[in-house]
């Protein structure tokens, strides 16, 4: 420990006044001492006089002195720095439902089997941190803005309705956006708290077509994210054998 762990160290200087006090209190006893021997008759003094109480005389002095090292201690205003995690991040879920989430091939559906997963990661994951909902098929759409409020988020994820198409680019772009939005409100002198994308998804995206130069879709849209730091995890849901039953017509998935 050192004068740097004090905010006002100064106070100190009031331990000499304290020092000042035992020196006299010291001197005091010395002094009382040399007078009872000097002019005190031994033999009547021991007649008359009670039992000397010893070292207990002295303890009303030794408190007085511990509080008084106590208090300026105190008015020092000792300090000690620690490193105490900050739960800052920002994690936005993104859940494809798009018509081929309906496969059967993953027990019951492919959608049921990414709410079950999703549920699951929204419940374990730190409350600290801010978690985010967003759906896509043919647009996407943010259900929840980043919230640490796990209800919200969990009742969102057990309305998911299906729809066509397949916006992976959009729904990357729509989450980078609500992460900025909500960095610009929660960031500080520290910058922009961390943030990352978990992408649930059956397949690839069918809007725009898949091209790596569309300015919308989701190389271009990873590759923003990539820029910005954002990591994206994605998660697959289905198997090559899934199948739908769209307008009496099935359809391999």
């Given at each position: 420990m050192s004068f740097r762990n004090f905010a006002t160290p100064w106070w100190f200087l009031l331990l000499i006044a304290v020092a000042a006090l035992v020196v006299g209190y010291l001197y005091v006893q010395r002094l009382l001492r040399k007078r009872t021997l000097r002019f005190a008759n031994l033999e009547l003094l021991e007649r008359v006089a009670p039992n000397q109480q010893g070292w207990i005389r002295h303890v009303p002095a030794i408190v007085l002195i511990i509080g008084l090292v106590l208090l300026t201690t105190a008015?020092?205003?000792?300090?000690?720095?620690?490193?105490?995690?900050?739960?800052?991040?920002?994690?936005?879920?993104?859940?494809?439902?798009?018509?081929?989430?309906?496969?059967?091939?993953?027990?019951?559906?492919?959608?049921?089997?990414?709410?079950?997963?999703?549920?699951?990661?929204?419940?374990?994951?730190?409350?600290?941190?801010?978690?985010g909902l967003i759906t896509f098929a043919g647009t996407a759409t943010v259900l929840v803005a980043p919230t640490t409020d796990r209800v919200g988020v969990a009742k969102a994820i057990d309305n998911l309705k299906l729809a066509q198409s397949t916006a992976t680019?959009?729904?990357?772009?729509?989450?980078?956006?609500?992460?900025?939005?909500?960095?610009?409100?929660?960031?500080?002198?520290?910058?922009p708290p961390p943030a990352r994308i978990v992408l649930m998804s059956d397949g690839k995206q069918t809007i725009p077509t898949e091209n790596e130069e569309d300015p919308r879709g989701s190389y271009t849209a990873a590759k923003a994210a990539a820029d910005k730091k954002i990591p994206i995890t994605t998660i697959s849901f289905g198997t090559k054998e899934g199948t739908v039953d769209i307008e009496g017509r099935v359809q391999s998935v």
């Open positions: 008015m020092a205003g000792p300090t000690a720095q620690q490193k105490v995690p900050r739960n800052r991040a920002t994690v936005m879920l993104v859940i494809d439902v798009s018509l081929s989430m309906e496969a059967t091939d993953v027990a019951p559906t492919r959608l049921k089997a990414a709410q079950v997963a999703a549920k699951s990661f929204a419940e374990g994951l730190t409350p600290g941190v801010n978690l680019g959009e729904a990357i772009f729509a989450a980078l956006q609500a992460i900025e939005g909500f960095s610009q409100v929660v960031g500080g002198p520290e910058g």
